[in-house]
C-alpha cells in the first residue's frame, strides 16, 4: 500500500502524474508515428487506397482552400496598403502579398483548414471503425491497419497538401491583385510584373516542404487518435476534437521551426 | 482421441485491478462445434478476442494446431488467421467497401486473388448464406441487421476456414431470424469441416449450433459438457443460467 503523501506535498503529486502522463502519451505517439513510417515505405502498399484518400484528402478540400485563399490574400492586400501607405510604401503591396502567402500563409492557412477538413474526418472514421471492431476485423481477415488504413492516408495527405498550397498560393496571389486593381488603383501589369520579379523558387519551394510537413500531421493525429477512441459516440467525437486540437498546435510550432530553419540555410 | 484443433491453457487477462480471466482452460477439436456460454461481462468476448491474438495475454499459452501462438511471433499469428474466420457481434462490416469486397477481402487483398474471380467467388459465397447477386453491388448501410450477419458469416466462410469464431451471432435479432442464421452456420461449419468457438447468452442458439457448451463464471470454465445435457447438467450456476432465474449464486450484472 502506497503510504498517505501529507498534503502541502499533493501538488507535487499531481505534477508528478501529469508528467509522467505526458511522458507515456508521447511514446505511445512516437511508437504509432514509427510503425505508420515503416508501413508507409513496406510492401504491400495499396496504391487504389491511396488514390482514393488523395481524392478525399485533396480534390475535395479544394474549394475550401481556395476560397480560404481568396479572401486571406485580398485582406492581406488591405491590411499592407494601410500599413504600408503610413510611410509611404504602399507600392511594394504586390511583393509583400507574394512572399506572405507563399511563405507563410498559403501552407498555414491549407494546414489548419486541412486539420478541421481532413484531421476530424479521419479522426471520427477510424474511431468509427474502431468502436464497430471493423479495426479488429481487418487484423482477423490478415491485413494490417497501419498498412491499409493509416499509411494510404499519410501519403495521400503529403501528396495532395502541397499541390493544394500551390493552387492556395495562387489563388491568394489572384485574391491580392483583384483588391488592388479592384480598388486601391494598381495597375494590373505593373502589379504581376512586380510580384513576378519578386517572388523566388525559394520562396514556393520552402512553402510547399511546410505543406507536405503539415500534411503528415494532419493524417497522423487523424489516425492516432481515432485508432485509440474508445466509448462509443462520445469517444468518436473527442478523438475527432483532439485531433483538431493537436494538429493545429503541432502546425505552428512545426511552421515556427521550419521558418527558423529556412531563414538559418537562407532559403 | 483427435488432437484439439485450439487450446487455451491457463489463460489470464486483466484491465487494470479488474480481472477478466483467470486461468481460463479450453480447447477444440477439429469439426467440432464448441459453445461458450455466460453472463454479460464474464469474458466471453474477451476470451475471444484472446484466441485471436487480438488482445495480449498476461499469462497462459494457446495453441493453435499443435503450435504456441508467441505474441512476438506475428508470422505464427498469420499462419494462424490464414485459417480462422470471425463473425462479429455486430457483423463488422467495411462500410466504404460494398458487399461483394466485404466477403472477397482477404481474397484480394492477402491470397492475391483477381478482383474478377473474387466477385465471382463473393457471390457464389453469399449464394450460400441464402443471399442474391443483386445484394453484391449494395452496401452495408443498406442492409437490415439480419443480411448484414449473413454478410458477416459469408465473409467468415469465404475462404475456406478451419476454425470458425462466433461472437454473440444471434445479438439484436428477431426470434425468427435468429433461428434462420442458426441454421446457416450449422449448415456452412459442418459442410465446411471446420471447428468453431461460439460465445453466446442465447441458450436456444447455444443448443442449436454447439456439439458441446461451457460455462464461463468468474473467468473460468466451471463446466463443460454435451449440448444436449446442458439442462440437466448437476451444476447449480449452469441451471441458474439455463433458466434464466435471478436467484441463486450467480448474481444480477446490475
Redesign the interface.
Known sequence: MNPEIPFFLKPLQWVGAALLGLLSETGRLAAFIGRVKISAVSFPLYFGEIVRQCIKIGYYSLPVVGLTAVFIGAALALNIYVGGSRFNAEQFLPNIVVLGITRELGPVIAGLMLAGRVSAGIAAEIGTMKVTEQIDALDTLSTSPYRYLYAPRLWAAIITLPILVFVADVIGVAGGYLVATGTLDFNGDLYIRNTMNYVTGGDIFGGLIKAAVFGAIVSLMGCYHGQNSEGGASGVGRAATLAVVSSAVLIFFSNFLLTTLFTRIGL | MTAPLLRLKNVHKSFGPKKILQGLDFDVAPGKSLVIIGGSGTGKSVSL?CS?G?MTLDEGNIYFDGHEMRANKRSER?AM??R???L???A????SLPVWQNVA??LI??EGVSRKEAKERAIETLKKVRLGTEVADLYPAELSGGMQKRVGLA?AIAAKPDLIFFDEPTTGLDPITADAINDLIVEQVKGLGAASVSITHDMPSARKIGDEIAMLFDGKIIWRGKAEDVDHSGNEYVDQFVHGRADGPIQPAI
Do not use: N, V
Open positions: 478476442k485471436l487480438l498469420e488467421l490464414a480462422t474466420g470471425m462479429f457481434q455486430g463488422a462490416l467495411f462500410d477481402f482477404r487483398h492477402s465473409r
